[in-house]
């Protein structure tokens, strides 16, 4: 039950765009289309951004979008504002033996 | 609305034991599959255990097996997490979660939904 691998930290200016990777194998990110994405805030709960790789819960801003090519994820942060500066979390179903892992995480700083 | 509030984080010896408790509201308890997942100071999200509606189906992330144990409570809305033999790295703030969805791979499939604000672990002497 490895991590996904995401990059430790990302950054991008007010209005801006960026994109953050999760990258897993075949039996996780590659073969599945269960892909979520949380946005935590330090002292906070983790927030639900996307699941089923592109879809938003009700309430988040079409601002996130989420896509996968092979084995590997992207989180979009369109439009960056400030309240957007968090730590981002990926997280893959990974079969019914392991069930699924997280990524370990980017923290997303707005300039 | 969703409440999930757990208790039970103290400061513990390496090799003491400790249970920790995730109280929720606001939905039909023994519907859903029941989760803890951690966060070490400074590290990432980690899962630990899920837990069946009815406590039939469980599973744990390697590092815990042997040592951690997951339980319910469906009369009490309560779900419970029992640590044994305890670790400098189970040092961690741990969180309760679940889908919006039930079945019990619901969260890995939709998400987390639901996050209660965590309870924390320390371990050391």
């Known amino acids: 039950q490895s991590a996904l691998t995401q990059p430790p930290s990302a950054s991008g200016s007010l209005g801006q765009s960026v994109t953050i990777s999760c990258t897993g194998t075949s039996s996780d990110v590659g073969g599945y289309n269960y892909v979520s994405w949380y946005q935590h805030h330090p002292g906070k709960a983790p927030k639900l951004m996307i699941y089923?790789?592109?879809e938003r819960p009700s309430g988040v801003p079409d601002r996130f979008s989420g896509s996968k090519s092979g084995n590997t994820a992207s989180l979009t942060v369109s439009g960056l504002q400030a309240e957007d500066e968090a730590d981002y979390y990926c997280s893959s179903y990974a079969g019914s033996d392991n069930l699924g892992v997280f990524g370990g995480g980017t923290k997303l700083t707005v300039l | 609305e969703v409440q999930l509030v757990e208790s039970g984080g103290v400061v513990v010896q390496p090799g003491g034991s400790l249970r920790l408790s995730c109280a929720a509201s606001?939905?039909?308890?023994?519907?859903?599959?029941m989760h803890w997942v951690r966060q070490a100071p400074g590290k990432g999200l980690e899962w630990v255990s899920v837990i069946s509606w009815d406590g039939g189906s469980i599973h744990y992330v390697d590092s815990v097996k042997g040592r951690f144990t997951i339980s319910r409570d469906n009369s009490k809305n309560s779900l419970y997490l029992q640590m044994n033999s305890l670790r400098a790295e189970d040092t961690a703030l741990y969180y309760c979660a679940k889908s919006a969805f039930i079945g019990y791979s619901s969260s890995w499939y939709y998400g987390f939904q639901h996050w209660g604000q965590g309870t924390l672990v320390t371990v050391s002497s």
């Open positions: 089923e790789v592109s």
């Open positions: 606001g939905f039909t308890f023994d519907d859903y599959a």
